[in-house]
């Protein structure tokens, strides 16, 4: 069978049969087609040629699912003509909204998943983890045949990915089949019976799961070891920041608290980043991680309420949000759903020069040089003149990590940052920003939910633990 995926890029010979009573795990690298195979299976690309017998009921979540969602949601958002934050589509209407089922049986679910106390927030102020499962619970109450999982657990805390695991085994237990798209071979469930590995949109190979897992020839296939640069590319100076005050803290926060109306998403965190101090940020789904690196990035404006210092100055003393982004390089979910504008993979990367998202000036060859050797360290140049929103996910992460990086930034907030990355490209990612992290002028903000994922450069940490009052205050280990 061939399907169109985008405009001269196709699913070719796929041939896939899954039988009753077989689960599927499709692992394989970045930009490989596993989220097209995944809407093929759910009757969702257009198929060229060949023919394919697909369930009736099928239901399909993914992270271009939650963009696309979460793109028509700020469509419809009036907060700004209103002059205030509106609440925009309710979790349980959204969930609810095209299926036939009732509000109890939705309650009897959310309590399954765990999240029963989002369901009267607004979608669009869900975490990354939270928006995921709220679409899962949406695809099961549509009592599918076949359920389609592209990186389910990617996002989730380790609670969080438990109860899914005990879900999907009991959707599995309940007669449902189940097909994950996965970039780790230690995320394949235990009831998985079959495994196919894609390469270059093509099975290169399928079979069962002990086959699959003990093949010597697809271990060496996926195995990589990443040569770290001798040096790493030079900066724009002439779009660089001026230098910081020797000794001065990057952040000083304290007593800051965020709510919105009667809710608590913050109470009381204080937190100071000392010169030369790199630090990860953990904390449960939903805990405010993502909301406590938007008051240092500048896109929350809660941050001028509070007691708040970046770079030697307290927030709100002059310095224009743009002062505040040219000393900071960003990756986080937020910033790749909000990267919809047109441009090539190279101009995405430059664009990190000007902090903006898309180029509204013309830039310098030498400007060029640099974001070109960036995405040569990533293994990224050969897509360097393709159309940024043809990427896949995961590549797509690739470029928005270059494009963070391109400017050597003070401080490089990364939330996330190996979400919808393969074996391959995380192992990368993860000593190219420790190296960064050693040997270059750059602090790090990390967050991340994987053990695995460790960045050894970073020595620091904060987790986010429930306040008394409510919200979520912080708990600092040095």
Request: aromatic share 6%; glycine share 8%.
């Amino acid at each position: 069978m061939k399907a169109r995926i985008t405009e001269g890029k196709c699913l070719e010979e796929i041939r896939l049969e899954i039988a009753p009573g077989q689960h599927w795990a499709v692992v394989g690298a970045n930009g490989s087609g596993k989220s097209a195979l995944g809407k093929l299976l759910c009757n969702d690309l257009p198929i060229i040629s060949g023919t394919s017998r697909i369930p009736t009921r099928s239901g399909f979540v993914s992270f271009e699912k939650i963009d696309e969602i979460l793109e028509k949601e700020r469509y419809n958002d009036d907060s700004d003509f209103l002059g205030y934050v509106t609440e925009g589509t309710r979790v349980d209407t959204f969930i609810l909204a095209g299926t036939d089922a009732d509000e109890t049986r939705l309650s009897e679910l959310a309590r399954e998943l765990g999240f029963t106390k989002i369901l009267e927030r607004g979608i669009k102020f869900l975490s990354t983890g939270e928006m995921r499962k709220t679409l899962i619970c949406k695809a099961l109450l549509q009592e599918p045949e076949l359920l389609v999982l592209d990186e389910p657990f990617d996002g989730l805390d380790r609670e969080s990915s438990e109860v899914l695991r005990q879900l999907i085994s009991r959707c599995i237990e309940r007669g449902i089949q189940v097909v994950l798209l996965l970039n780790r071979f230690s995320e394949i469930m235990p009831e998985t019976t079959h495994i196919a590995y894609l390469k270059e949109c093509r099975i290169l190979r399928s079979g069962t799961r002990d086959e699959m897992l003990g093949s010597e020839a697809l271990r060496r296939f996926h195995a990589f070891h990443y040569t770290l640069p001798d040096t790493l590319p030079e900066v724009d100076t002439a779009r660089s920041a001026p230098p910081l005050i020797p000794g001065q803290p990057l952040i000083e926060m304290k007593d800051v608290t965020v709510r919105y109306g009667e809710k608590y998403i913050l109470n009381g965190v204080n937190w100071t980043v000392k010169a030369g101090e790199h630090w990860k940020i953990s904390g449960p789904n939903g805990s405010g991680k993502s909301t406590l690196l938007s008051l240092i990035s500048g896109d929350n404006p809660q941050a001028y309420a509070n007691d708040i210092s970046l770079f030697g100055r307290k927030k709100g003393s002059g310095e224009s949000v743009w002062d505040i982004k040219k000393r900071i390089g960003l990756v986080s979910t937020s910033l790749q759903q909000e990267y919809r504008v047109g441009g090539t993979v190279k101009v995405v990367v430059i664009s990190g020069m000007y902090d903006s998202i898309g180029m509204y000036s013309q830039y310098t060859l030498h400007q060029q040089e640099i974001a070109l050797k960036w995405l040569k360290l990533l293994h990224m140049d050969h897509r360097k003149e393709h159309a940024f929103r043809d990427l896949s996910y995961g590549e797509q992460r690739l470029v928005l990590l270059a494009r963070a990086m391109v400017k050597q930034p003070d401080l490089l907030i990364l939330d996330e940052p190996c979400q919808g990355l393969d074996d391959v490209n995380r192992e990368m990612v993860l000593k190219l920003i420790d190296h960064l992290g050693r040997t270059g002028n750059t602090q790090i903000l990390y967050v991340n939910h994987h053990a695995e994922d460790r960045i050894p450069c970073i020595e620091n940490s904060m987790e986010l633990i429930p306040a008394e009052a409510g919200g979520f205050t912080a708990r600092i280990t040095s």
